[in-house]
């Protein structure tokens, strides 16, 4: 048996506790939370069986809830938990936590209305473990414990016409064709995928180093698509590993017009990220062809209004800032106060 055999948390512990910031980490778990008070009980006692065999540090940054979200995480006493200073976002949440990482083997992402089922976070730790893969993705279970279609390919004009045109018929269509992976064949065994949601995901560090930071100019939604292209041309590999799972109840920041405008709208900004102009455009037609076609629902007009006036998506949710927080790396050693 190894030293860190004897440290880590063992069944023997009254609970199983996580790490301090000082001590080494086999997993840092960073959450954003934002109006997610009933959830974080659930997700931390969830984090607290898996603590259980692996060495697991616990950090959650809240967006400035309205609700208890920040009081419910703190009462967590080897939780750390803080304020972020303002709604930075998904991407600009994950960057704050981040920081505080400290000494790690690998940073799992989790949004917080996840439950993390027995024995995931160490079949992901398995799976990343092998040569050459950077980023781990688990089955997601939605509420009523059907495995979610999760996996994605690398969106394209293709996909962006056949998604407009089909949605989700016609689920057996070439892959050129669809951006999300329907196929129930493709989430019972491991694989190598482009991307998926972001509600679970693992990365190393050393991956994460190369990658860099999240981008925070996607306040919610296509961060994750992004965050894994980066990871690719890195050259890391992404997979799925279906023996890890985690619960996903899909609810927290909410579903208002001004975010399902903002998925509509980010998908194109993604895009057009890496893409000229003209391949844009074309990006661009198939997401109003996509609401188009969904238009006798009211708020697919309104969501088609925005996207045909570009100069209007500055009106959308972004980052607001009220408080700056400073934040030190784990790592960093704390200034001396002064006598």
């Not at 995931?120 to 893969?133: E, K, N, W, Y």
């Not at 972004?318 to 400073?326: F, L, W």
């Amino acid at each position: 048996m190894t030293q860190d055999d004897m440290d880590a948390p063992t069944t023997t512990d009254a609970v199983a506790r996580f790490v301090r910031e000082d001590e080494h980490a086999d997993v840092a778990v960073i959450v954003v939370t934002y109006r997610n008070a009933a959830d974080i009980d659930r997700l931390v006692g969830s984090l607290r069986t898996e603590a259980v065999g692996n060495r697991l540090r616990v950090i959650i940054a809240d967006n400035e809830s309205p609700d208890d979200s920040l009081e419910l995480a703190r009462a967590h006493r080897d939780v750390i938990a803080f304020s972020t200073g303002g709604n930075l976002g998904y991407a600009g949440g994950i960057n704050v936590a981040a920081r505080v990482a400290g000494q790690c083997d690998a940073i799992l992402v989790l949004n917080p209305d996840i439950e993390v089922e027995p024995g995931a976070i160490t079949a992901m730790r398995a799976r990343l473990a092998q040569p050459g893969v950077g980023i781990v993705v688990p089955a997601i279970l939605d509420a009523t414990g059907t495995v979610s279609a999760s996996l994605r390919r690398e969106p394209s004009v293709l996909r962006g016409l056949g998604d407009a045109l089909f949605g989700g018929r016609l689920r057996r269509r070439p892959g050129a064709f669809a951006e999300m992976i329907f196929a129930p064949s493709a989430y019972e065994s491991a694989r190598a995928v482009d991307w998926a949601t972001g509600a679970a995901l693992m990365v190393s560090r050393d991956a994460a180093a190369a990658i860099g930071e999240w981008d925070e100019r996607f306040f919610l939604y296509s961060e994750e698509t992004d965050y894994f292209r980066r990871a690719r041309e890195a050259g890391f590999e992404v997979w799925f590993e279906p023996s890890a799972v985690v619960r996903h109840a899909e609810g927290g920041s909410g579903g208002s017009l001004a975010l399902f405008t903002l998925l509509a709208v980010n998908r194109i900004r993604y895009f057009a990220k890496y893409h000229r102009r003209t391949p844009t455009a074309l990006f661009q037609a198939t997401a109003v062809l996509n609401e188009i076609t969904r238009s006798a629902d009211a708020r697919h007009r309104a969501i088609l209004r925005t996207v045909l006036r570009p100069r209007s998506w500055d009106d959308l949710p972004a980052a607001t800032v009220s408080t700056p927080v400073p934040v030190r790396s784990a790592d960093e050693p704390e200034e001396a106060v002064p006598s």
